[in-house]
């Protein structure tokens, strides 16, 4: 590869990486005004590779979006054991996306045997992460997704739609498809980078981690999951924060899912996935607080302001069913509800050309899944973690038992 095909790096970095050759590991931090972060994770990124890999050659590149906080002056300034580190502004559309394709340019242009992808605001990451990740990378496995001990209120988006849903679409039980803190192997940089999803807004900003995850299985590489303890992060409310990654990440998932309805249609059962462990400590999860109003709130105003819209998208009854659910405080949304929701907004949007259009219907859908939150917060709030994990896989096998409604429904 030459510097004229890194189009997402910027242009001097590119002429560098090629003039630097190859390097066998790669860790590339994805970055957006986070100084107050980034330093600890490149310190415990460098302790790793310096630690567990002292005879390989490696790299790790910050990609970042144009941060004003002084996220540039801190990732060169940070001592890092000896590790080499550039830091770049990626070229093209803000967003995740953008910064994790010049990620994969680079890997590709300097020949790497495996990358390993952190996110730029963990709090929790350990020099172990390295190991586990680049060793499953660099030998057995395509994509190393994470595998958190997480509390019941965060991943919010996770657990209440991106898991089940790739487990009853895709048949795999991928507990964080949209982690981000991923392992890739050579063949996945390249699988990656050859997709004409790259296209897509939704690709190119949140909906990169949903991407990786659903290209990776619908090209039938091999996935296993690293356990890398708890994931502290800058955790966020879902009723007050999460409306643009909301769309991003369901309207990435929503364009794979046409994208490889060859593949899903296949698929009949889900599987689970082989996990990586590794022992080192790790602390506890944080608690996260989350206002169960504002989301009961949020679910009332979609059902009475997008009437129009969920008509066309739902069924009668099942609209029905949402609204009366809409009429008390202590409502519980059942998984087949949501389920059949979900899966009439997959094929609604499948049918859509426009992309105002989809995103009208992504944002109706988020009101839905505000409501649908909501319910998992009263039916868990006196439940330890572990409990409300075992309900969120209980959960998540109903999409699979809902599966023959979207195969019905899909493509009509």
Not at 100 to 126: C, G, H, K, N, P
Not at 267 to 292: C, I, N
Not at 336 to 342: D, G, I, Q, S
Request: net charge negative; proline share 4%; hydrophobic share 40%.
């Amino acid at each position: 590869m030459s510097a004229s095909d890194l189009a997402s790096l910027d242009p001097e970095m590119a002429k560098r990486l090629v003039e630097a050759g190859t390097t066998d590991l790669l860790v590339g931090i994805p970055s957006y005004n986070c100084a107050h972060t980034i330093g600890y994770v490149l310190h415990q990124v460098a302790r790793g590779l310096a630690k567990y890999f002292p005879d390989r050659r490696s790299l790790i590149l910050v990609s970042d979006g144009g941060s004003q906080d002084g996220t540039r002056e801190v990732v060169e300034a940070v001592r890092l054991d000896g590790v080499s580190r550039f830091f770049t502004r990626y070229v093209g559309l803000s967003g995740k996306g953008s910064a994790t394709r010049a990620i994969l340019e680079a890997a590709s242009s300097l020949d790497v045997e495996a990358v390993a992808m952190f996110d730029s605001d963990l709090r929790s990451i350990a020099p172990e992460w390295c190991k586990i990740v680049l060793e499953a990378a660099s030998r057995d496995a395509d994509l190393v997704t994470p595998h958190y001990v997480r509390h019941k209120f965060d991943g919010t988006i996770t657990n209440n739609l991106c898991y089940p849903f790739t487990r009853g679409v895709y048949g795999l039980r991928v507990r964080q498809p949209i982690g981000g803190d991923f392992g890739f192997s050579k063949s996945l940089v390249t699988k990656l980078l050859e997709s004409s999803l790259w296209n897509s807004t939704y690709v190119r900003r949140f909906g990169i981690d949903i991407f990786i995850t659903h290209t990776a299985i619908a090209s039938g590489l091999k996935i296993m999951e690293a356990l890398l303890g708890s994931k502290v992060h800058e955790a966020k409310d879902p009723g007050a924060e999460l409306t643009a990654m909301f769309t991003q990440v369901v309207g990435s998932m929503f364009t794979c899912a046409k994208e490889y309805e060859k593949y899903w249609r296949q698929v009949l059962r889900s599987k689970p996935v082989p996990l990586l462990e590794y022992p080192f400590s790790h602390p506890g999860p944080e608690p996260v607080k989350v206002d169960s109003l504002r989301l009961y709130s949020g679910f009332r105003e979609t059902l009475s302001d997008r009437r129009a819209l969920l008509g066309k998208v739902l069924e009668e009854d099942l609209l029905r069913t949402l609204t009366e659910l809409s009429s008390s405080q202590k409502m519980q949304m059942s998984p087949e509800v949501w389920a059949k929701t979900v899966y009439s907004f997959t094929c609604a949007f499948a049918r859509q050309t426009e992309e105002e259009n989809r995103n009208e219907l992504l944002i109706s859908l988020r009101g839905l899944w505000l409501g649908k939150t909501y319910s998992f917060l009263l039916q868990t709030k006196d439940m330890t973690d572990e409990e409300a994990n075992r309900l969120i896989e209980q959960e998540a096998s109903v999409f699979e038992e809902q599966k023959p409604f979207l195969l019905s429904h899909y493509g009509e």
